[in-house]
T-cell receptor
Framework: GAVVSQHPSRVICKSGTSVKIECRSL??????MFWYRQFPKKSLMLMAT?????????EQGVEKDKFLINHASLTLSTLTVTSAHPEDSSFYIC???????????????FGAGSRLTVL | SQQGEEDPQALSIQEGENATMNCSYK?????LQWYRQNSGRGLVHLIL?????REKHSGRLRVTLDTSKKSSSLLITASRAADTASYFC?????????????FGKGTHLIIQP
């Protein structure tokens, strides 16, 4: 089945630094990937839709200059948290939909998530 | 805002019992999906039910959908300790395939051995 690899799984950084999280579709091509953020014991919040070869589409309230998304190829999207602050500490999860997936089904395959802790 | 709202928020049952979780949503949907999340991990797709379907089975899972009430239920029969996880319902904002899913708040299921 479809596999999405996400790295790093855990990262600790100092306030003010930038952190990059990678999301790769291992055995399928993904023109669209999605980035979610999850707070402890809470639901997933869609942050942005990453589109291969074009700009990401951000959800309302998500700072695009804060959370930089690049989707340079059909198998790789990256999320960079710039000038991180403690309030950016969270669990970030990426997901992708297979191009050949069932039409209209929109079933997503998720990465294992990245836990970011900003000191 | 969250499209789906699950209840209960937490459920603890004995191994072997059936677990039922409910989900309500607010707008028209093309399909509704259920996902499972083990602690600190990503989500795994469990089952999808289309808007023109009323019930669907997959192994020990049974999903129902009532579009008139905008609600769905997930039943796990003969629960096992390994079923302990959080369960989320999810809907797409539109019927298209390019939209991210909107997730409910989830039900944390604990199966007591």
């Amino acid at each position: 089945g479809a596999v999405v690899s996400q790295h790093p799984s855990r990262v600790i950084c100092k306030s003010g630094t930038s952190v990059k999280i990678e999301c790769r579709s291992l055995d399928f091509q993904a023109t669209t990937m999605f980035w979610y953020r999850q707070f402890p014991k809470k639901s997933l919040m869609l942050m942005a839709t990453s589109n291969e070869g074009s700009k990401a589409t951000y959800e309302q309230g998500v700072e695009k200059d804060k959370f930089l998304i690049n989707h340079a190829s059909l198998t790789l999207s990256t999320l960079t948290v710039t000038s991180a602050h403690p309030e950016d500490s969270s669990f970030y999860i990426c997901s992708a939909r297979e191009r050949t997936g069932e039409a209209g089904a929109n079933v997503l395959t998720f990465g294992a998530g990245s836990r970011l802790t900003v000191l | 805002s969250q499209q789906g709202e699950e209840d209960p928020q937490a459920l603890s049952i004995q191994e072997g019992e059936n677990a039922t979780m409910n989900c309500s949503y607010k707008t028209s949907i093309n399909n509704l999906q259920w996902y499972r999340q083990n602690s600190g991990r990503g989500l795994v797709h469990l089952i999808l039910i289309r808007s023109n379907e009323r019930e669907k089975h997959s192994g020990r899972l049974r999903v129902t959908l009532d579009t008139s009430k905008k609600s769905s239920s997930l039943l796990i029969t003969a629960s096992r300790a390994a079923d302990t996880a959080s369960y989320f319902c999810a809907t797409a904002k539109t019927g298209g395939g390019a939209d991210g899913l909107t997730f409910g708040k989830g039900t944390h299921l604990i199966i007591q051995p």
